[in-house]
């Protein structure tokens, strides 16, 4: 029996900080490989990207397939190689910020680590599981990537700052609630978690760069 006379609570606490500190070591990972990666295509051109997103597509999927059947060395290589290949199809979005507005790039590595520190911090001290967000999250995600084609085709120069902090706010809620289902999920679910999460981190840089250098 533990101190506060409660095995049982001190028990999950324990697997609790366990699966947190896991989580954080594979997101830590898969951001190094992610950087592997931009690194690895700093000369790539053409269509090369939209291969590479392609590809860590089909990793993702499959990296959650093979959780879920309890093989956890194939996930784990499947999350390094989404890690990897995502890094591959942004490289040329960073190589231009960098070379374009340096300023930018360091602005929003600052905004993005306080914002996900933040929000993630809040969301893992709910205690209430807050799983049942993620349908809305989907639906308003799917809307702002239809909104995000629409951009495409016509050109209204305030719409893409609307739509920028929109995208700030269903990937600040996505953080908040993976987060959250750090308190509630096994140990089974800490490769997809860490997926989930890393996405989160990246594109809530990817979207504060577009804010900082639309700023100027």
């Known amino acids: 029996m533990s101190a506060t ?5 001190a028990t999950a606490a324990s697997e ?5 500190g896991r989580v954080m070591g594979l997101v ?3 951001v190094g490989f992610a950087t592997l990666g931009v690194w690895i295509a700093r000369d790539y051109t053409g269509s090369a990207w939209f291969i590479a997103w392609l590809l860590g597509l089909g ?3 499959g990296l959650n397939a093979a959780s879920a ?3 956890t060395g194939l996930a784990l290589t499947l999350l390094f190689a989404f ?4 890094g591959v ?3 040329a979005t960073i190589r231009y910020y960098s070379a374009t507005d340096p300023t930018a790039v360091r602005q929003a590595f600052g905004a993005t680590a306080v914002f996900v520190g933040g929000l993630g911090a809040a969301g893992y001290a709910i205690r209430r599981d807050l799983s049942y967000l993620y349908r809305l999250l989907f639906w308003l995600l799917l809307g702002l990537l239809v909104a995000g084609l629409v951009l495409i085709f016509v050109r209204i120069p305030a719409a893409y700052t609307v739509w920028t902090v929109l995208g700030l706010g269903i990937f600040g809620l996505y953080t908040v609630v993976d987060f959250n289902r750090l308190r509630h999920a096994g140990t089974e679910s800490a490769i997809p978690l860490a997926a989930g999460i890393f996405l989160d981190v990246l594109n809530i840089f990817l979207l504060f760069l577009r ?3 639309n700023s100027r």
């Open 211 to 213: 804010l900082f250098s």
């Open 5 to 9: 006379g409660y095995p049982g609570r």
């Open 69 to 71: 059947r309890g093989k």
């Open 16 to 20: 609790t900080q366990g699966l947190f």
């Open 59 to 61: 990793c993702l999927v």
């Open 89 to 91: 199809s942004v490289s």
């Open 83 to 86: 890690g990897l290949l995502i």
């Open 28 to 30: 830590a990972l898969t």
